[in-house]
């Protein structure tokens, strides 16, 4: 769900000129569970802070309701876009809560800003899947950050219970290429490395 004010002619303007002075964000860390390349939070934060600032923009996300997050970017203005995601995380502990914070953080900010956080290659590279995969992936639109609608929260339910019911590594391995529009989605990745784990520790027995 997305609400601005009345008039965005400013914030507008202002974001304009910030996206036109942030490049590419850096891949800075590294997914556990097929090494590919990632921008990480704390990076994009270094990243925008100081082209935010001088284009008299902020920005304040918190957490509400059911695993929802709100992100407001406001305009010294007054004016402000604001939305709110929800995301799904892979069980209640601490752990996997925050982890789903962290996730929605990454995305809600590279979809209000605009920021180029895509991975280069996919993750293909990693994935074994080589050159001609992406290549391919050059040719499709660049894709923002998940909308999250009931389809995309069954999905990644659905998702979820399939690693669970993974009998194998290869299994889970088959999971995992079947979701590549979660391979950035750090509750995703814990699970699937969760289930890795487990199975790899079972063989050994």
């Known amino acids: 769900m997305c609400t601005m004010s ?6 507008a303007t202002s974001l304009a000129a910030f996206q036109g002075e942030v490049g590419k964000v850096k891949k800075d860390s590294t997914n556990p569970f097929f090494k590919s390349k990632y921008a990480s939070l704390a990076n994009i934060l270094d990243v925008i802070r100081g082209p935010l600032a001088k284009n008299g923009l902020s920005f304040t996300q918190f957490p509400h309701g059911e695993n929802e997050l709100t992100t407001v970017l406001m305009h010294t203005s007054g004016e402000f876009i604001q939305g709110t995601y929800k995301m799904i995380p892979v069980s209640a502990k601490p752990q996997d809560l925050g982890s789903a914070i962290t996730y929605q953080r990454r995305y809600a900010l590279g979809a209000i800003l605009g920021l180029n956080i895509d991975d280069d290659d996919d993750g293909n590279a990693a994935n074994g899947n080589g050159k001609t ?3 391919k992936q050059e ?3 660049a ?3 998940p909308t999250q609608t009931a389809t995309n929260i069954d999905r990644l339910e659905q998702s979820y219970k399939e690693v669970e019911d993974a009998k194998t590594i290869n299994d889970v391995l088959a999971v995992w290429n079947k979701y590549p529009d979660l391979h950035e989605c750090d509750p995703f990745i814990l699970k699937c490395t969760n289930r890795k784990g487990q199975l790899s520790m079972n063989s050994k027995k």
């Open 6 to 11: 009345t008039s965005i002619k400013e914030i």
């Open 139 to 141: 040719n499709k639109p």
């Open 133 to 135: 995969e992406a290549k």
């Open 143 to 145: 894709q923002s950050a």
